[in-house]
T-cell receptor, first 111, second 114 residues
Framework: GIQVEQSPPDLILQEGANSTLRCNFS?????LQWFHQNPWGQLINLFY???GTKQNGRLSATTVATERYSLLYISSSQTTDSGVYFC?????????????FGKGTHLIIQP | NAGVTQTPKFRVLKTGQSMTLLCAQD?????MYWYRQDPGMGLRLIHY???????AKGEVPDGYNVSRLKKQNFLLGLESAAPSQTSVYFC?????????????FGPGTRLTVL
């Protein structure tokens, strides 16, 4: 099945800084999602982005499907951005058989 | 619109006990999933269902059973709990419609097996 690797594993920044999180995947994807897991454990959908670029406020994401990577940009970080960011691609069947998750990037935003 | 809900939120079991986790969704999604999350790791798929009355195994199915008797509900059962099943369990649902298989998650159930 597809392999999903995220980098960096940990990131500590000051409030107001910008950051770029990377997700590499081993095969073509028809589904690529970014999630934020907040300190309370809740998984929040950020982007559904198998290709192209999307923006939502201070967050944006770009997936270059031909080169098998996706980037999540966070600008002007706030303490509420802290948590773990997961990238997930399709399962081994490529269809309805669930998502394959990376191990996540643990982001800490210090005031 | 509650989205995906899970019951219970927390549970402590003794080794060998059984329990059922309930997932419900009100988005009329065809697909439903059960994942587990262990410390420092991403989520791993346990079982999934592509429609009422159908289920299939995921990456880590051993020790679990599932049932989907109604479209909106997906049950995860542990027949004889083991300490290795201590984890946070997440349910998700999605649709085959566009955007294809965008998954939405419930709040999770934290299970401890002593």
């Amino acid at each position: 099945g597809i392999q999903v690797e995220q980098s960096p594993p940990d990131l500590i920044l000051q409030e107001g800084a910008n950051s770029t999180l990377r997700c590499n995947f081993s095969d073509s994807v028809n589904n690529l999602q970014w999630f934020h897991q907040n300190p309370w454990g809740q998984l929040i959908n950020l982007f559904y982005i198998p290709s192209g670029t999307k923006q939502n406020g201070r967050l944006s994401a770009t997936t270059v499907a031909t080169e098998r990577y996706s980037l999540l940009y966070i600008s002007s970080s706030q303490t509420t951005d802290s948590g773990v960011y997961f990238c997930a691609g399709p399962g081994s069947g490529g269809g309805a058989d669930g998502l394959t998750f990376g191990k996540g990037t643990h982001l800490i935003i210090q005031p | 619109n509650a989205g995906v809900t899970q019951t219970p939120k927390f549970r402590v079991l003794k080794t060998g006990q059984s329990m059922t986790l309930l997932c419900a969704q009100d988005m009329n999604h065809e697909y439903m999933y059960w994942y587990r999350q262990d410390p420092g790791m991403g989520l791993r798929l346990i079982h999934y269902s592509v429609g009422e009355g159908t289920t299939a195994k995921g990456e880590v199915p051993d020790g679990y059973n599932v049932s989907r008797l109604k479209k909106q509900n997906f049950l995860l059962g542990l027949e004889s709990a083991a300490p290795s099943q201590t984890s946070v369990y997440f349910c998700a649902s999605s649709s085959p419609a566009v955007p294809y298989n965008e998954q939405f998650f419930g709040p999770g159930t934290r299970l401890t097996v002593l």
